[in-house]
């Protein structure tokens, strides 16, 4: 997936989409499209790439940061194109068709809808941007809509539909995955009650580089002491 960027520098983050960059030579307000803490990433100073147009009250998108060389993609939205080309691609389950994004369940709109021979398939799709000794970790701040969503999961598939769940690994380092447990305990017992109950659970490792993106391989999934 090409992407059209520009380089610029991070100063500071101002609020939860929002943060002061270096860019075409003077100091720029750019919409950081992630609701997550990104501590590790964003630190002043730091290398990243952004996308002219970031909306009404911003200059530019934040789509990239690099970390030792090595780049990580922050751009949340962009997860729901990767789910949709994962897909479509049979990561996920053979042969889907009718595939439909922004699907109504119970109370929740989830990512993406498809059928195939199996029946109806719900996904929903999560961006990791938090690794740690190798292991990438979801998520880095609290999230009770992240929760909601596998219980609906798990609803669905215990009324007969397919459940899933694909975790988007977007930066490179990391050798397994597993939900953050200690900061958001709830969600880990979510993820840890849809997979008992026979939601799919799936680690996908993007290829990241400073001109776009891709899909690279599955990560073991398991928890964070081992037993999952």
């Known amino acids: 997936m ?7 520098v991070f100063f500071e983050r101002l609020n939860r989409f929002s943060a002061r960059v270096l860019w075409r030579g003077q100091e720029a307000l750019a919409h950081v499209p992630n609701s997550g803490r990104l501590r590790e990433l964003l630190v002043p100073g730091a290398h990243v790439r952004v996308r002219p147009g970031g909306g009404s009250k911003t200059a530019c998108r934040l789509m990239m940061v690099e ?5 990580a993609l922050i751009d949340a939205h962009l997860t729901n194109d990767m789910l949709e080309f994962a897909v479509r691609a049979g990561w996920l389950m053979p042969d889907p068709f009718d595939i439909r994004r922004e699907v109504q369940y119970a109370g929740s ?13 719900l996904v929903e799709a999560k961006c990791v941007t938090l690794i740690q000794d190798g292991l990438a970790l979801f998520p880095d701040a609290p999230t009770a809509r992240g929760a909601r969503h596998l219980r609906e999961l798990m609803s669905a598939q215990q009324a007969g ?10 930066q490179p380092g990391a050798r ?15 993820l840890e009650q849809a997979a008992a109950a026979g ?12 001109d776009g993106v891709g899909l690279y391989g599955m990560l073991p999934v398991g928890a964070m002491d081992g037993t999952f």
């Open 2 to 8: 090409p992407l059209a960027l520009e380089d610029a």
């Open 67 to 71: 970390r030792d060389g090595e780049w």
């Open 109 to 121: 709109r989830l990512d993406l809808g498809c059928r195939n021979d199996a029946g109806f398939h």
């Open 161 to 170: 539909l397919n459940g899933h769940v694909a975790f988007f690994v977007q």
């Open 176 to 190: 397994s995955f597993a939900a953050n447990r200690p900061m958001d305990p709830d969600f880990a017992d979510a």
């Open 199 to 210: 939601v799919q659970v799936y680690a996908i490792q993007c290829r990241i580089a400073p």
